[in-house]
């Protein structure tokens, strides 16, 4: 980027990125012929400026990042609300009295007559913490209903479920980014930042300049795996016998920290004797990774002075997930690698707000500040706070998928509103969660765009997005950011704490939810006081002070928490606890019939579901649609050519999209990017078996046909 002028800065405002769980700093200034706070023209209204003093990201930006005021302008966004009078029937304009009356009607008629769980609502990880707040709080206290998740059960869940049960805590990176340089070797496992999220690729190159060694888990090549000094190749599904077996040969080689295991764990017999049984040979057979690279590998892990092992999607997805990340939680905790400076597990969060989005209470099991909803005292300091009875704090409700599972079904949720989130594309087997979403009495939609999912409901309301709004998000280091309101919305469209406020007064709770983002602060802080994400002592001010503020922050004189358990683990006895798992099938593996490994994943230029990057020019000239990676010798035995349409067919349904053909795959595996609708949609074909502790949905594999797509043979 070229040198901005002080003028240009002087009308700048200070704000984050709407993307990924970097939440990268950027600063927003008007363009030419517009001013500060002014509302869009027919052009972009702001333009985006490095911000070089923000420590995440330090001024570097995306593709996504740079491109972000495209989502702003009036052609590409929802300017109004949208009705549809009868099932089936087009969506109309209609005015705001008018929608807001249609959904309350539609709420309460259908809690009177069905009970309040046949009402439900489904958030996403990318609203802010305030909105996430607002939202579980509105679903408990004014329709009475346990049925409210959001889509980051689809992300995190898993490394989220055994990050609690290992050391009690769960936040995506238990220390800040900038610790990656300074350790002696980082695992990486089933990620792909160079994609997903490219600034933070510096803090692997760093590492390596520094004189660290990284080590790349990941059935393909990615851009992130050339990076690596080693990559290990395993077939989808193989995460957990790989890690149980680099935990048997640390054990066998004598690489065990036994100190730090006395002093500061418990459980690691169990966890040994499920390890001995992983043998390298045994693990060569299930994962496809070579015995000598096994070795290598927990040689230069074993051996090193200090380490870190950051999962993502890859081993998370899947229905063993929780177990999956266990074991590499084990590993670390065998070598001493946990708990201690520059060393320790982490998870690369996905969403821009994964993290604050599952602390503040959207989640199904959970109250703010990452309360159990089923503990009692949890739910006193809640209901205190909100000023009804305890009592009437509904218990957990189903999980995401099997919220979705169950639409219009009887017993399941019939009236569903559901915010900043497009299941039409992004939930596994999707097409059969759009026939759910179909048979439901009422389908509120609250985006900034006409996704997929939105054109499926009966009202569309259209919400402010990140320039337009404050409000704070949680990052995946677990800090706590401040986006700031840089221009107006248009004229039709409203924040989602008014449209909560709006309906709450109109379903008979005319009170309790404050339209200004800093009110609602102020009470979430109140609510996750004492809780495990306490926010206490964290205000506007003080994020705007300190760059953000690390959550647990209990006192307003308390410095935040940049680096968790180095003293100790938020268990009860204060000590991490192994995890002793063992190695186990996919709900699915290939057969005869579907012969194939599928796995899904991102690509540098798209986001998620797609509903926002798919309507940037620069973005689609970049990754313009779906696409089936092959391997050569795959591609040749199928006979199939580069950039022939190819059928991929699972259980669940069928997908059409160009062949790629690479060397970077594994030959019994084939790759498909999940950004896309229509025949291209990689989840008609994914499985949503669920992992029993976190309810995962397994994503990351399942068993395919692959074929040439033969046209249609019309008549």
């Known amino acids: 980027m070229t040198p901005t002028s002080p003028a240009v800065l002087a009308t700048a405002t200070d704000t984050h990125c709407p993307y990924c769980s970097l939440q990268c700093g950027m ?393 900043g989130s497009n299941p039409a594309v992004s939930a596994p087997d999707a097409g059969h969660v759009t026939e759910r979403l179909r048979a439901l009495d009422l389908l509120v939609v609250a985006d900034l765009v006409l996704s997929e999912t939105a054109r499926l409901a009966d009202v569309v309301l259209p919400v402010t997005q990140w320039a337009e709004e404050e409000g704070t998000t949680t990052n995946l280091e677990g800090r706590v950011i401040l986006r700031r309101r840089a221009l107006d919305p248009p004229e039709g469209v409203r924040s989602e704490l008014w449209v909560l406020r709006e309906l709450a007064a109109r379903l008979g709770v005319p009170d309790g939810f404050p339209v200004e983002a800093e009110r609602a602060f102020e009470e979430l802080r109140h609510a996750s006081a004492g809780g495990d994400a306490d926010y206490a002592g964290i205000s506007y001010a003080r994020i705007a002070a300190e760059d953000g503020v690390f959550w647990p922050c209990p006192s307003e004189d308390h410095p935040g928490t940049p680096r968790l358990f180095l003293d100790r683990f938020a268990t009860p006895d204060g000590r991490a606890r192994f995890a002793a798992v063992t190695h186990r099938p996919a709900a699915e593996e290939p057969d005869e019939t579907y012969p194939l490994y599928l796995t899904t994943g991102r690509v540098l230029a798209q986001y998620q579901s797609g509903a926002q990057t798919r309507r940037v020019t620069e973005l689609n000239a970049a990754a313009p649609g779906p696409f089936v990676e092959l391997h050569p010798r795959l591609a040749e035995r199928l006979g199939i050519a580069d950039g022939e349409p190819v059928a991929v067919t699972s259980r669940r349904g069928r997908a059409v999209a160009p062949a790629r053909i690479t060397d970077t795959i594994r030959p019994d595996t084939v790759f498909m990017p999940f950004h896309w609708a229509g025949a291209g949609r990689a989840n008609s074909l994914t499985n949503p078996a669920l992992d029993p502790v976190s309810r995962m949905p397994e994503f990351k594999l399942c068993a395919v046909r692959v074929e040439p797509a033969h046209p249609e043979v019309t008549s």
Not at 169 to 187: E, K, Q, S, V, W
Request: positive net charge; charged residues 25%.
């Open 27 to 419: 600063r927003l200034a008007p363009t030419p012929g517009t001013s500060a706070g002014g509302a869009p023209g027919p052009g972009l209204p702001v333009e985006v400026l490095e911000r070089p003093d923000f420590p995440v990201n330090r001024g570097a930006l995306c593709g996504k990042g740079r491109s972000a005021p495209a989502l702003l302008a009036r052609d590409v966004r929802l300017t109004g609300p949208l009705l549809r009078d009868r099932p089936g029937g087009p969506l109309r304009s209609a005015g705001w009295p008018e929608a807001l009356d249609r959904v309350a009607a539609g709420l309460a008629r259908t809690r009177t007559e069905h009970g309040p769980d046949a009402v439900g609502v489904f958030g996403g990880g990318g609203l802010t913490n305030e909105k996430a707040y607002l939202l579980g709080k509105f679903a408990r206290v004014v329709l009475g209903t346990a049925n409210i998740d959001y889509n980051g059960r689809f992300c995190m869940s898993s490394a989220a479920a055994a990050h609690r049960r290992a050391f009690g805590l769960d936040r995506g990176l238990p220390f800040p980014l900038a610790d990656i340089p300074h350790t002696d070797c980082l695992i990486l496992v089933g990620g792909n930042p160079a994609e997903t999220m490219p600034p933070a690729v510096r803090y692997f190159r760093e590492l390596r300049e520094n004189g660290g060694t990284l080590i790349v888990v990941d059935p393909r090549r990615t851009r992130t795996a050339e990076l690596a000094d080693l990559h290990l190749q395993p077939r989808p599904g193989g995460d957990l016998a790989l890690a149980l077996g680099l935990l048997h040969l640390v054990i066998a080689d004598g690489r065990v920290d036994h100190a730090f295991v006395a002093e500061r764990t418990t459980g690691f017999e169990r966890a040994r004797e499920s390890a001995m049984a992983h043998w390298p040979d045994r693990v060569e057979r299930i994962t496809g990774v070579p015995a000598d690279r096994l070795r290598e590998a927990a040689r230069l892990f074993g051996g090193a002075r200090t380490g870190m092992v950051l999962t993502a999607r890859g081993p998370e997805q899947q229905s063993k997930g929780t177990d999956t990340v266990g074991a590499w939680i084990d590993l670390c905790l065998a070598t001493g690698k946990a708990g201690r400076r520059y060393s320790g597990y982490g998870c690369l969060t996905g969403q821009g707000n994964g993290q604050g989005g599952r602390e503040h209470g959207q989640k199904a099991d959970q109250l703010p500040g990452y309360r159990s909803i089923e503990d009692p005292a949890a739910r006193e300091h809640v209901a205190a706070v909100w000023g009804v009875d305890p009592a009437a704090i509904p218990g957990p409700g189903t999980s995401a998928y099997e919220l979705l599972d169950g639409l219009g079904r009887p017993g399941g949720v019939r009236a569903l509103l559901l915010a």
